[in-house]
């Protein structure tokens, strides 16, 4: 172990005061490594007087992980709980500012943002002045509009309700002269009378005991408004309404609402009541209303008036909040941060453990080895700003936890790194799969994808985001284009792989091209009226590179792409398992782990090849000589009666006893897998206790007792039993797993193949169909639906195809062959976490 003291007179006082602006680990050169960055424990002791500007460049340094220490505590009794409380209450009114500039219309200005310290008292006690302020300038406002709307409201009720009184009572004098003729000539009524006809029997001396209400009612609530009152008053009412031409501000919701004017004419007290009753149910609102002409008149002007006034007052109410809304949109973005890293900085002082005789601060996290100077100058300068007379103790400590993973990455291998992360964090240590994924994930997406067309369109459309990457990285994308926009650089990569593989296959949009020279076939007969019949003739040298493209209709198309395509994809999936298998040597070797290189990487390259790599073998013994031999018989017969003679399937001489050899390698690598290992990780562990009892015996009674509780401890961990059921399971999943891996990566052929008709359906029968019309608009819409089916078909459906079964082929096939995953990863305490969030 070893400390050192950051002597706050030493080194480093011509960088006084001086911050970082972006985080350490951006900064540093980004080359992706096979193993993860080596880490280091470490003890900070901090003086109080220093702990606060030691944490702050610390988080703008952004490399060290710090432990909570405190995780046994409440949060109430934590030692700064009651600041971290006060940032939290201080961001609640920061976002309350925001919201109200969003809603005013305004956006945060950026006004001169200087570096200036900004004093955490000060701060909370300007906050809470602009809230106080903004709040009563809100609730003044609230109030003037509400008045404001019902004196608008109440102009409506004044314009239209008198129409109402003027007819009703002309209706009421012709009604009444009706039942007085009626009443005359003797007619008799069978039902007792209704409202108006009551008034009206009673006389025209009488008709002020006929009351009305009026005022406003959504439009959307008319209808069973006057339901429910007309069933309440047994139809003694009568409801008069006219809808409003446009929209209401609503003085309680503050809405723009359709809204009708309503009068309700009714007779007695307790009509009366029943019916406020439902207006206050329903929401309507209720104004009076003078019958006198005169008043009616009179009160018009004076409501014009205040409306006038107010509207004066709302407009000068609303300037003033706008002012006080610009001048906090100057700073608000810059103090929404400034909190942010207090409250985070508080936070990680919590963490920390207090020795308050000593007057320190206690903390222990994770360090990149490469770091330490960086970090040791950080602590140093925090010592010399704070004008602390003791310095921070740096103490790099010894432990046997495991740490966390760090990659170093950059925006091109962080999207990859990603991909592997989402199946597992690396193990400190353990090989990383994101240096080969970078070539081999969009390779086996380009032989399911192969054609240069379509990797050319998907080569622009990604060199789109690529160039304005700082643009669109500034903004809110959806959800499907930030997924796109993440993973540019996989599209970019899919997409030349794509290209060089639709070379390969010589499609072009499903069309073949003599790129590289003229055709190696021709015809039986000159005219090529039998090539779909009869098939081609070879004539001279084989192509140069890739498929020739006179094999594009003729009638062993299929059937040789088809086989091509197949043994491709076993060519592929043998060699990448082999990879996985390889790089579990490395790990096992890099852990010192013997048992793993010779009871699990051998008997596994030689099970897995000695079947699956010795069919590699005769498919490329096959390609190089042209044999027609039957490699599903050879490997089928090689299991049920590997003696028998080949016959004309013997690819080459002595294969029958090599697939004897092979056979019984394959066989004999399952017990090498299965038994050995158990028994050995057995005797290992007895060893190791009985090296523990030889160190009680000579160990004193403290010692002893400490080492008899490991001895327990250890005894106890240890399960013969589970030991041989996990080793049992684990050769089983690989022995199946052999078999049905490679059988897995025959979907590179069958996804290949697919995408090649699919595209040679849509140019034979959509865009070739409608360039056979002479007319114009047939062929432009031929040319559209192709467009169409290509982009949405093709370049999306089958691409998220492809990358999913890529994405499949290294998670399942690939990684389980040596991956863990069951590490964690390395989480700095950082404040560029903190402005992305704010983004």
Same mark, same amino acid.
């Given at each position: 172990?070893?400390?050192?003291?950051?002597?706050?007179?030493?080194?480093?006082?011509?960088?006084?005061?001086?911050?970082?602006?972006?985080?350490?680990?951006?900064?540093?050169?980004?080359?992706?490594?096979?193993?993860?960055?080596?880490?280091?424990?470490?003890?900070?002791?901090?003086?109080?007087?220093?702990?606060?500007?030691?944490?702050?460049?610390?988080?703008?340094?952004?490399?060290?992980?710090?432990?909570?220490?405190?995780?046994?505590?409440?949060?109430?009794?934590?030692?700064?709980?009651?600041?971290?409380?006060?940032?939290?209450?201080?961001?609640?009114?920061?976002?309350?500012?925001?919201?109200?500039?969003?809603?005013?219309?305004?956006?945060?200005?950026?006004?001169?943002?200087?570096?200036?310290?900004?004093?955490?008292?000060?701060?909370?006690?300007?906050?809470?002045?602009?809230?106080?302020?903004?709040?009563?300038?809100?609730?003044?406002?609230?109030?003037?509009?509400?008045?404001?709307?019902?004196?608008?409201?109440?102009?409506?009720?004044?314009?239209?309700?008198?129409?109402?009184?003027?007819?009703?009572?002309?209706?009421?004098?012709?009604?009444?002269?009706?039942?007085?003729?009626?009443?005359?000539?003797?007619?008799?009524?069978?039902?007792?009378?209704?409202?108006?006809?009551?008034?009206?029997?009673?006389?025209?001396?009488?008709?002020?005991?006929?009351?009305?209400?009026?005022?406003?009612?959504?439009?959307?609530?008319?209808?069973?408004?006057?339901?429910?009152?007309?069933?309440?008053?047994?139809?003694?009412?009568?409801?008069?309404?006219?809808?409003?031409?446009?929209?209401?501000?609503?003085?309680?919701?503050?809405?723009?609402?359709?809204?009708?004017?309503?009068?309700?004419?009714?007779?007695?007290?307790?009509?009366?009541?029943?019916?406020?009753?439902?207006?206050?149910?329903?929401?309507?609102?209720?104004?009076?209303?003078?019958?006198?002409?005169?008043?009616?008149?009179?009160?018009?002007?004076?409501?014009?008036?205040?409306?006038?006034?107010?509207?004066?007052?709302?407009?000068?109410?609303?300037?003033?909040?706008?002012?006080?809304?610009?001048?906090?949109?100057?700073?608000?973005?810059?103090?929404?941060?400034?909190?942010?890293?207090?409250?985070?900085?508080?936070?990680?002082?919590?963490?920390?453990?207090?020795?308050?005789?000593?007057?320190?601060?206690?903390?222990?996290?994770?360090?990149?080895?490469?770091?330490?100077?960086?970090?040791?100058?950080?602590?140093?300068?925090?010592?010399?700003?704070?004008?602390?007379?003791?310095?921070?103790?740096?103490?790099?400590?010894?432990?046997?936890?495991?740490?966390?993973?760090?990659?170093?990455?950059?925006?091109?291998?962080?999207?990859?790194?990603?991909?592997?992360?989402?199946?597992?964090?690396?193990?400190?240590?353990?090989?990383?799969?994101?240096?080969?994924?970078?070539?081999?994930?969009?390779?086996?997406?380009?032989?399911?994808?192969?054609?240069?067309?379509?990797?050319?369109?998907?080569?622009?459309?990604?060199?789109?985001?690529?160039?304005?990457?700082?643009?669109?990285?500034?903004?809110?994308?959806?959800?499907?284009?930030?997924?796109?926009?993440?993973?540019?650089?996989?599209?970019?990569?899919?997409?030349?792989?794509?290209?060089?593989?639709?070379?390969?296959?010589?499609?072009?949009?499903?069309?073949?091209?003599?790129?590289?020279?003229?055709?190696?076939?021709?015809?039986?007969?000159?005219?090529?009226?039998?090539?779909?019949?009869?098939?081609?003739?070879?004539?001279?040298?084989?192509?140069?590179?890739?498929?020739?493209?006179?094999?594009?209709?003729?009638?062993?198309?299929?059937?040789?792409?088809?086989?091509?395509?197949?043994?491709?994809?076993?060519?592929?999936?043998?060699?990448?398992?082999?990879?996985?298998?390889?790089?579990?040597?490395?790990?096992?070797?890099?852990?010192?782990?013997?048992?793993?290189?010779?009871?699990?990487?051998?008997?596994?390259?030689?099970?897995?090849?000695?079947?699956?790599?010795?069919?590699?073998?005769?498919?490329?013994?096959?390609?190089?000589?042209?044999?027609?031999?039957?490699?599903?018989?050879?490997?089928?017969?090689?299991?049920?009666?590997?003696?028998?003679?080949?016959?004309?399937?013997?690819?080459?001489?002595?294969?029958?006893?090599?697939?004897?050899?092979?056979?019984?390698?394959?066989?004999? &690598?399952?017990?090498?897998? $299965? #038994?050995?290992?158990?028994? %050995?990780?057995?005797?290992? !562990?007895? *060893? =190791? @206790?009985?090296?523990?009892?030889?160190?009680?015996?000579?160990?004193?009674?403290?010692?002893?007792?400490?080492?008899?509780?490991?001895?327990?401890?250890?005894?106890?961990?240890?399960?013969?039993?589970?030991?041989?059921?996990?080793?049992?399971?684990?050769?089983?999943?690989?022995?199946?797993?052999?078999?049905?891996?490679?059988?897995?990566?025959?979907?590179?052929?069958?996804?290949?193949?697919?995408?090649?008709?699919?595209?040679?359906?849509?140019?034979?029968?959509?865009?070739?169909?409608?360039?056979?019309?002479?007319?114009?608009?047939?062929?432009?819409?031929?040319?559209?639906?192709?467009?169409? &089916?290509?982009?949405?078909? $093709? #370049?999306?459906?089958?691409? %998220?195809?492809?990358?999913? !079964?890529? *994405? =499949? @082929?290294?998670?399942?096939?690939?990684?389980?062959?040596?991956?863990?995953?069951?590490?964690?990863?390395?989480?700095?305490?950082?404040?560029?976490?903190?402005?992305?969030?704010?983004?």
């Amino acid at each position: 172990m070893a400390f050192e003291i950051l002597d706050p007179r030493g080194r480093g006082s011509n960088v006084a005061g001086g911050r970082y602006r972006m985080s350490f680990l951006e900064n540093l050169p980004a080359v992706e490594q096979f193993r993860s960055e080596e880490m280091n424990m470490v003890q900070l002791i901090i003086p109080v007087e220093s702990a606060h500007r030691s944490i702050t460049y610390l988080g703008e340094l952004g490399c060290l992980q710090f432990k909570n220490l405190n995780k046994d505590k409440s949060p109430f009794q934590l030692t700064y709980a009651n600041q971290v409380k006060r940032c939290g209450e201080m961001l609640r009114k920061l976002h309350f500012f925001r919201e109200q500039i969003s809603k005013s219309g305004l956006c945060p200005s950026d006004g001169p943002l200087l570096e200036m310290d900004i004093d955490f008292d000060d701060l909370e006690a300007q906050l809470a002045e602009y809230e106080a302020e903004l709040q009563e300038i809100n609730a003044n406002n609230e109030k003037l509009q509400r008045t404001y709307s019902e004196l608008s409201e109440f102009t409506l009720v004044l314009e239209k309700a008198g129409m109402f009184l003027s007819k009703s009572q002309t209706n009421m004098v012709a009604h009444q002269t009706e039942m007085e003729e009626a009443s005359y000539n003797g007619d008799e009524f069978v039902d007792s009378p209704l409202l108006l006809e009551q008034e009206i029997q009673a006389g025209m001396s009488r008709q002020g005991r006929l009351g009305f209400v009026s005022g406003l009612v959504p439009t959307a609530k008319v209808v069973p408004f006057e339901r429910v009152l007309f069933r309440a008053t047994r139809g003694n009412m009568l409801f008069k309404q006219v809808a409003v031409e446009q929209h209401v501000k609503d003085p309680v919701l503050s809405e723009m609402v359709p809204k009708v004017v309503f009068v309700i004419f009714f007779s007695g007290d307790r009509a009366k009541t029943k019916i406020l009753k439902i207006c206050e149910t329903f929401g309507a609102n209720r104004y009076p209303f003078p019958e006198d002409a005169s008043q009616q008149r009179q009160i018009m002007v004076e409501v014009s008036e205040r409306l006038t006034e107010l509207q004066t007052t709302v407009d000068a109410g609303i300037r003033h909040r706008n002012n006080v809304l610009i001048t906090i949109g100057y700073q608000l973005e810059k103090w929404i941060i400034w909190v942010k890293k207090e409250k985070a900085i508080y936070h990680t002082l919590n963490m920390l453990n207090v020795d308050v005789t000593k007057k320190c601060l206690v903390g222990v996290g994770w360090v990149p080895i490469f770091a330490k100077a960086q970090i040791q100058d950080a602590l140093h300068r925090a010592t010399l700003d704070s004008n602390s007379q003791v310095g921070t103790i740096f103490h790099m400590m010894d432990t046997t936890e495991s740490p966390p993973t760090y990659f170093r990455t950059n925006k091109f291998t962080d999207a990859f790194q990603e991909i592997v992360n989402a199946y597992g964090m690396a193990k400190y240590q353990e090989a990383n799969p994101a240096v080969y994924t970078i070539i081999t994930f969009p390779f086996l997406f380009a032989v399911m994808f192969g054609d240069w067309g379509h990797g050319l369109c998907l080569l622009l459309a990604t060199l789109v985001l690529i160039l304005r990457e700082k643009k669109l990285g500034r903004q809110k994308l959806g959800d499907i284009m930030e997924m796109a926009f993440a993973g540019r650089y996989i599209l970019l990569m899919m997409a030349l792989f794509s290209i060089y593989c639709g070379i390969i296959y010589n499609e072009f949009f499903s069309i073949p091209f003599h790129i590289f020279g003229p055709s190696s076939y021709r015809c039986h007969d000159l005219s090529c009226s039998d090539a779909s019949s009869r098939g081609l003739v070879k004539y001279r040298d084989p192509y140069p590179f890739g498929v020739d493209p006179q094999w594009r209709g003729s009638r062993t198309e299929l059937p040789f792409l088809n086989s091509l395509k197949m043994k491709m994809s076993i060519l592929l999936g043998v060699a990448h398992m082999n990879l996985g298998i390889i790089l579990s040597y490395f790990n096992a070797k890099f852990f010192a782990n013997s048992l793993n290189i010779w009871y699990q990487f051998v008997p596994q390259m030689i099970f897995l090849n000695s079947l699956f790599g010795y069919l590699c073998l005769l498919i490329l013994i096959k390609w190089c000589t042209g044999s027609k031999a039957d490699l599903y018989h050879v490997m089928i017969y090689m299991f049920l009666s590997p003696t028998d003679d080949l016959g004309e399937n013997q690819l080459f001489w002595g294969q029958r006893p090599i697939q004897i050899l092979l056979l019984l390698l394959a066989f004999v &690598a399952v017990p090498w897998m $299965l #038994l050995p290992k158990p028994f %050995l990780l057995r005797k290992q !562990h007895l *060893l =190791r @206790l009985q090296g523990r009892a030889y160190g009680i015996l000579d160990s004193s009674d403290t010692d002893s007792f400490d080492m008899e509780r490991d001895f327990d401890v250890e005894h106890e961990d240890f399960n013969f039993s589970e030991i041989c059921v996990h080793q049992m399971i684990h050769t089983i999943e690989f022995v199946l797993g052999a078999v049905s891996n490679t059988a897995s990566y025959l979907r590179l052929w069958a996804l290949s193949l697919a995408h090649s008709e699919l595209s040679a359906v849509f140019y034979e029968k959509v865009l070739q169909s409608a360039w056979g019309y002479d007319n114009i608009f047939i062929r432009i819409a031929g040319f559209a639906v192709f467009a169409c &089916a290509t982009v949405v078909v $093709l #370049l999306l459906m089958e691409t %998220l195809s492809a990358l999913l !079964h890529s *994405l =499949r @082929l290294h998670w399942v096939e690939f990684q389980n062959k040596f991956y863990e995953g069951d590490g964690y990863k390395f989480n700095p305490f950082s404040f560029t976490s903190l402005g992305e969030e704010n983004e």
